[in-house]
């Protein structure tokens, strides 16, 4: 059974970092991406970033661009997201997602963990 657990979420000050950690475990193999989404109240859900565990392809929303880094460390199963220069914008909870790759709507969901971004 496929599991993702996200951790590193919290409060910071706007211009502060935060990193995301994305656990995933029950995949069979490495053919699969990570994609990070956020929900702000109010706002449509938006997907941030997204990477190939199996090649390391990455893509950014707009958004984020030149701020947020995602990486993988395959040894541990386990997806980042390093988020610089954060706004209060950015404030929403993010969620760790998984399909076979990062085009269209994943399958797979973690529970999200919040990231609120303000003095």
């Known amino acids: 059974q496929l599991h993702l657990v996200e951790s590193g979420g919290g409060l910071v000050q706007p211009g502060g970092s935060l990193r995301l950690s994305c656990a995933a475990s029950?995949?069979?193999?490495?053919?699969?991406?990570i994609h990070w989404f956020r929900r702000a109240p109010g706002k449509e859900r938006e997907g941030v970033s997204c990477i190939s565990v199996h090649d390391g392809i990455t893509y950014y929303a707009d958004s984020v661009k030149g701020r947020f880094t995602i990486s993988r460390d395959n040894a541990d199963n386990t997806v980042y997201l390093q988020m610089n220069s954060l706004k209060p914008d950015d404030t929403a909870v993010y969620y760790c997602t998984a399909d076979r790759d990062c085009v269209g709507f994943p399958r797979y969901w973690g529970r999200g963990t919040q990231v609120t971004v303000s003095s």
């Open positions: 029950g995949f069979k193999n490495d053919n699969y991406a």
